[in-house]
């Protein structure tokens, strides 16, 4: 196979990793991986006893893996801000941030702070996450910042004036327009990290369509996969694109995913996004935004 696959994954021994939502999908299996090549692993979930029982499960594939568990809910910003300070007091080192919890397509909800849980927890957690942790990935010689997307991003058209659905509501149209911010805010992230000369790498993937518990909400996702499964990524597959941005040779400001089936499945490279994730003017006015409602500021870049 060519592209970037799990056996392309080097030895990560000495280096810290922190994944969102690590005990299930996509993120188990990173964390599965970078275990087994001798990473420290923190499982940042919103259940201890599902983090735990993942972390059970790893330990007798990989027994001694390096693994802790932070409390993180994304639907909570208080929450972010605690999962930060555990990490930046109590970690000697983190080398990768791995943002890689989400919800898709839900029934209308908000965050405790009432933002549209979408919104709230794809794009706002990830965003006050990452500035919190930035300076923590500044101490190390290859601080990096992942960032799943998806290609529903390209479906995306963020409403300025509704961001948080109160006027409106589509399930499907709001996760796009989540997973479209994810990529802006990964935009103008690199653009800062580089004029600031900062050593942290902004980077993004996507996983194409995968099987994981990501899609319970919806229908149509869940019919998907006993008709078309065969060109579609498992939860271990579609961990490639994460494995290859957090550990791999790459490019600063790069977008990685499944490179065969139009970027459904297959081992990972550089993915396309469209224009509307390299607006810089909509990046900039996302991140505006975005640090006014979570009164994280990025000090420094």
């Known amino acids: 196979m060519t592209g970037f696959t799990a056996a392309d994954v080097t030895g990560q021994a000495g280096k810290c990793f922190l994944v969102s939502g690590a005990n299930t999908g996509l993120g188990f299996e990173v964390t599965r991986v ?65 943002n890689n919890a989400g919800v898709m397509v839900p029934p209308l909800e908000r965050t405790v702070q009432g933002h549209e849980l979408q919104f709230g927890v ?50 499907s149209k709001r996760y796009g327009d989540s997973k479209l911010m994810n990529l802006l805010h990964m ?26 518990e990501l899609g319970r909400h919806s229908l149509a996702f869940r019919a998907l996969f006993p008709i078309a499964g065969w060109v579609l990524n498992s939860a271990e597959d579609g961990a490639w694109p994460t494995l290859q941005a957090a550990t791999g040779a790459v490019e600063p400001g790069q977008y990685y995913g499944p490179q065969r089936f139009g970027e459904l499945s297959g081992p990972s490279g550089v993915a396309r996004r469209r224009a509307s994730a390299t607006d810089p003017d909509a990046a900039r006015r996302l991140w505006e935004i975005s640090a006014a409602m979570t009164g994280v500021d990025y000090a420094g870049i």
């Not at 800062?192 to 995968?210: D, K, M, N």
Request: hydrophobic share 45%; glycine share 6%.
């Open 34 to 98: 970078l275990a087994a090549r001798g990473a420290r692993v923190l499982l940042a979930c919103r259940s201890e006893d599902k983090a735990r029982l993942a972390m059970e499960h790893i330990r007798m594939e990989v027994p001694g893996a390096n693994l802790a568990f932070v409390p993180l809910d994304q639907a909570d910003l208080a929450s972010v801000r605690e999962c930060a300070g555990i990490v930046a007091r109590d970690e000697p080192r983190l080398d990768v941030l791995v």
């Open 122 to 171: 794809n794009h706002l957690a990830v965003f006050a996450l990452t500035g919190l942790l930035l300076p923590k990935l500044a101490e190390v010689q290859d601080g990096r910042v992942v960032i799943t997307a998806s290609l529903a991003h390209r479906r995306g058209r963020i409403d300025w004036d509704d961001l948080d659905a109160h006027r409106s509501y589509s399930r």
């Open 187 to 212: 935009y103008e992230l690199d653009r800062r990290l580089r004029a600031a000369g900062s050593p942290v790498t902004a980077l993004a993937c996507h996983p194409g369509v995968a099987s994981t």
